[in-house]
């Protein structure tokens, strides 16, 4: 697992990618993903209609706007398993390709993050049409990067990292095209604090940088985006972020399905999301596993409404 530190004077120079005078005002596609066909807990796939739900409520969608939800996408079968989440993630690579093709920003809200499989084959897929690649920062507690061979429980939602990397199955590596998404130079995990020691092997022997809570709070959150930043950044043409809830803390985000303690504060997130935001090659922003009847008071909701409002710029 390799963990980067890099000097203060270098990190201020990271910072500057933070920074500019654009508009932030951005035509968006929002894509939901109702399904949990990789995870035990099915209630997940209630988020997505939830968000929408309150979009529509305080007049987000209106249609005078530049926001718009493009789809609501659910498997066509009830059941579970690596088939069913792959053919549903093709569905989805084909929607996130045409948004973006269509020079519109992407924000896919799953259910499980088995989903993240179909939302970052799909950019990955419009951006290797200009000969460029994919990076990608990955914000969660857990690593996420099983295969089946080496995953205890077998369930899908412990993958996708590694089918991104081209590990495991071919139904999930091959989604939308054959092979791996994402170059393991171009990927960084941050918040991750549960995970198994295959999750850590894997990730060690591709390269990939990881930072712990531990890690994160050593260094402070804004230290730690700021090199992911540029680690996603480097040598691609577009990247995104991809935000699984239980990444950050239970208290600021308690609709999780499997919320562990001591995770990444909201605010610092939402600060984090709307300076990347500011940024021309931050292209998509995915956020998953909003669990609507583990919530409190729509705490957890707000807060994915506020994520989507920092991506907009909205004070």
Known sequence: ML??????AI????????MTDKDMTRAIDLLGIAACGGAPDRRCAMGPPRVRQLLLADGRLSGNGPMRWRA????????????TVAALANQV??????????DRFVIAVGGDHSCAVGTWSGAADHLRSGAGRLGLIWVDAH?????PASSPSGRVHGMPVAALLGEGASPLVDVAYAGAKIDPRNLCLIGI?????????????????VFTMADVRRLGFDAVLAQAQFIASTGTAGYGLSVDLDGIDPLDAPGVGSPVVGGIAAEALLSGVKRLAADEAFIALEIAELNPVNDVHDKTAALVLALIDSVQGDE
């Open 3 to 8: 963990v980067v530190e890099w000097p203060i």
């Open 143 to 147: 690593m996420d990067s099983h295969t």
């Open 193 to 209: 604090r549960s995970f198994e020691p295959a999750e850590r092997e894997l990730l060690d022997r591709l390269g990939v940088t």
């Open 72 to 83: 609501m996408l659910a498997p066509e079968t009830d059941g579970g398993g690596l088939e």
């Open 11 to 18: 990190i201020d120079e990271l910072s500057m990618f933070f």
């Open 93 to 102: 690579s084909a929607q996130v390709r045409e948004s973006l093709a269509a």
